[in-house]
């Protein structure tokens, strides 16, 4: 394939334009780099896999590094009974665990490996323990492309099981995870590490990797497809970036005549790990919090690198910030998988808990239609599956006694 994509950069804070280049931050004023296309008209390529069916509006100038492994295309599915117990009708799930890690960060792994590819990088390096550490590790191990992960000291075993499968050389960090100077350094290091040694460091925030991020927003041209604008949505965050790229998605997508109007977003934080709620709430910019009393695992940031650009995306959609309690975010979880067949981690749920808190508020009147990003797959939080089933027991039966269910009976 030689298909050439045109693309360009610019600055999200200062006037800064350029050409594409080795970048991951302004040259001029060091904020977010902003990324721009040739056309404004959309047009999938069907005949592309995965999420480079919409190639066009992505960073990559070159189809043949694109790497895939089928991620995106996921279901949008309108709630079965959720909606109506709560009357909300038009109340949709984007199913992002339907990805081939199991997370949406599928599609920027699919981006950021195949940019590293095209930028002549030998390998990748990142800090992630979770979803985005595995999306990576996968989509690297399926180029070919040897990895490095920085994990903090006291790891969770069963999320770091899945990014070892894949293969990358891993190590933790003695004190990483609780002691912000360590925090500071490592990031240093690796970055220098990274330019010496011609690798790739890959952050799931704009602020840090804005090519791959671009990856993200392919959820908001989906759902276009799939439903037309929604009028509200409600994501997930954590650093901010899936929030602050759906909101560039959905621009794209009314800019190439999908939608004629833009959704409302709502950034949906949980109570004890929220800066950008109180800083949305307050009417300021952001400031990193103290510490994380939330033990929704995911979106436990204390600075979170794209808060500016969340709050910016809050302010031009006319849209809100809410935190919910831990309790409400595991009732929605259990709700999702016992009354919508929906099995998602707690950092998923959370959307729909805010959505109950802003129905009950009278927030959201019952007419919109609201479409709730659902972020990963509930096999992604072991201790959050062992919570669900928690109480229930499994009682031992001889085959001759499942008869004794006839009358209807179930124990
Ligand atoms: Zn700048």
Redo the contacts with the bound molecule.
Sequence with gaps: MSKQIMFSLS?T??D?QGADADLNA?P??G?TIDLHYATTAIVPDDRQPGIWRYADHLPLADLQYAVSLGEGNTPLLRAARIGDGIALPELYFKIEGANPTGSYKDRIAAVGIARLQALGKRAWAATSSGNAGAAIAAYAARAGVPGYLFTVEKYAKAKVAQILAYGPQAWAVERLGYDPAVEEATWANIRHLCAANQWLMLVTARAFSPHAMEGAKTIAYEVCQQMGAPDVVYVPVGGGGLLSASWKGFVEAKAAGWIERLPRMVAIQAQGCDAITQAWQAGRPLQPIPGCSSAISGIQLTAPPDGDLVLRALRESAGWALSVPDEATYQAQAALASQEGLFVEPAAAITLAAVRADRASGRLQGHERVACWLTGSGFKDATAVQRMSEGRTIAPMRAADILSLLGGQSS
Aim: hydrophobic content about 25%; charged content about 10%; proline content about 0%.
């Design positions: 600055c804070t200062c800064w302004c001029r004023c904020a």
